[in-house]
């Protein structure tokens, strides 16, 4: 039982590249989220998936786009980085508070991102 | 729109003595789940203690117990005989009950002098 799992642990891009963060988890979750984090700001909820083919805006979406085709994982993708999109990108799960299951949210080691 | 507070960005305790974190938050909501996360230098974030809004009792685990004060909208955390290994930020948590988004505090950095 691997938990979450990132990949990459640690990447750099050059302005305006692309790429894609992949998150798994084997837990079963329906709910998966991705934030990132920054100094002095804790961690800040990019966009979140409540289930199997669906997303949704966090609080700081704009620059990011995420896809959920597998229940299991959870992708966050950069279409053009930029500067201000480096940061450390951290991924999450849980099961729903309706399922009366543990609310806690489990979160994978992160992903450092440099951008140039 | 929820908030959370922490006033306090870096704390220091000696070795086996007992330390408090402050947590402030913002809702108006009735019920909801409060955390703290504690993330040491590896970056993991692990969940230390949870809190139940509806649960008038003190959440504790082990050396880690809280003091929730829901009218002052007050979540502290207190970490007593401190060890070494809990060198680490600490960060406080929000989450409403029907919205199952988790808003963080911006973290307090705590130091353990031997």
């Known amino acids: 039982n691997a938990g979450v799992t990132q990949t990459p642990k640690f990447r750099v891009l050059k302005t305006g590249q692309s790429m894609t963060l992949l998150c798994a988890q084997d837990?079963?979750?329906?709910?998966m989220y991705w934030y990132r984090q920054d100094p002095g700001m804790g961690l800040r909820l990019i966009h979140y998936?409540?289930?199997?083919?669906?997303?949704a805006k966090g609080e700081v979406p704009d620059g990011y786009n995420v896809s959920r085709l597998k229940k299991q994982n959870f992708l966050l993708g950069l279409e053009s980085a930029a500067p201000s999109q480096t940061s450390v990108y951290f991924c999450?799960?849980?099961?729903?508070?309706?399922?009366?299951?543990?609310?806690?949210?489990?979160f994978g080691p992160g992903t450092r991102l440099l951008v140039l | 729109a929820q908030t959370v507070t922490q006033s306090q960005p870096e704390m220091s305790v000696q070795e086996a003595e007992t330390v408090t974190l402050s947590c402030t938050y913002d809702?108006?909501?009735?019920?909801?789940?409060l955390f703290w996360y504690k993330q040491p230098p590896s970056r993991q974030m692990i969940l230390v203690i949870r809190?139940?809004?509806?649960?008038?009792q003190n959440a504790t685990e082990n050396r880690f117990s809280v003091n929730f004060q829901k009218a002052a909208k007050s979540f502290s955390l207190k970490i007593s005989d401190s060890q070494l290994g809990d060198a680490a930020m600490y960060f406080c948590?929000?989450?409403?009950?029907?919205?199952?988004?988790?808003?963080f505090g911006p973290g307090t950095s705590l130091s353990v002098i031997p």
């Open positions: 999450a799960s849980s099961y729903p508070i309706t399922s009366g299951r543990q609310e806690t949210q489990y």
């Open positions: 837990m079963n979750h329906e709910y």
């Open positions: 998936s409540v289930g199997e083919g669906t997303t």
């Open positions: 809702t108006s909501e009735s019920d909801y789940y």
């Open positions: 809190q139940e809004a509806y649960k008038q």
């Open positions: 948590a929000y989450r409403k009950t029907s919205y199952d988004k988790v808003i």
